[in-house]
């Protein structure tokens, strides 16, 4: 089957989800998720060691920045948990969600 593109279309400008075709933009955009999960964990492990506590609004703080950072990479809310999972910082995620008052809502495991 031949596709015909609308004129004026731009499907081809949204973003694939990680693991697409594995073109470099694929791969870029994992290694950047990768390296902002593990920065989150690390960010995590400091807000620990300082005893501060679960619920705390820097945890808000935390998860407000996450947003509008994956935003700024082309990564929906919806997208988060799986794209975590697959960089294998599904954990981290949890771990997040777990340490907010109020739950983030998108993380399906315990």
Known sequence: MVSVRTPGCNLELIPRAMGGDGSP?????????????????????????????????????????????????????????GLATQCGHGSTLARLEKLRKKAIGFFSGN
Do not use: N
Request: negative net charge.
């Open 25 to 81: 933009t694929d791969r870029s955009l994992q290694r950047q998720l990768v390296g902002y999960f593990h920065r989150l964990e690390k960010a995590l492990d400091e807000y620990k060691r300082k005893g501060t506590p679960a619920g705390d609004p820097v945890y808000q703080k935390i998860y407000e920045q996450l947003m509008a950072d994956l935003a700024e990479s082309g990564v929906g809310q919806d997208q988060i948990e």
